[in-house]
Nanobody
Framework: QVQLVESGGGLVQAGDSLRLSCAAS????????MAWFRQAPGKEREFVAA????????YYADSVKGRFTITRDNAKSTVVLQMNSLKPEDTAVYYC???????????????????WGQGTQVTVSS
């Protein structure tokens, strides 16, 4: 089972930027779609962004499109979420996740991700 460790969360003001990183263990990182999800207080966890195994294709939730960018470095087994123009409604715990099936870039529902990090808190003040 792969281990995922997120970092980079914090408290920022609206309009600021943050960069979240996720470091993965294991030798098959490059075979899997990786994604970020988030869970705000009192709400269900929701999809944020995903990136294909090779890093060529990305997919975003409408709420973050144009503001967030997901990238990966397969040589370093890391995936990054660059968050710009942050809004108070972006406040949440952000989770890194790995798709349960290799070589797939589809099916971004939570149930299709079987490895999760511990989460990192992002708080955006108005």
């Amino acid at each position: 089972q792969v281990q995922l460790v997120e970092s980079g969360g914090g408290l920022v003001q609206a309009g600021d930027s943050l960069r979240l990183s996720c470091a993965a263990s294991g030798r098959t990182f490059s075979n899997y779609c990786m994604a970020w999800f988030r869970q705000a207080p009192g709400k269900e966890r929701e999809f944020v962004a995903a990136i294909s195994p090779g890093g060529v294709n990305t997919y975003y939730a409408d709420s973050v499109k144009g503001r967030f960018t997901i990238t990966r470095d397969n040589a370093k087994s890391t995936v990054v979420l660059q968050m710009n123009s942050l809004k108070p409604e972006d406040t949440a715990v952000y989770y890194c996740a790995r798709h349960r099936r290799p070589f797939i870039f589809a099916q971004f529902q939570q149930a299709n991700f079987d490895s999760w990090g511990q989460g990192t808190q992002v708080t955006v003040s108005s």
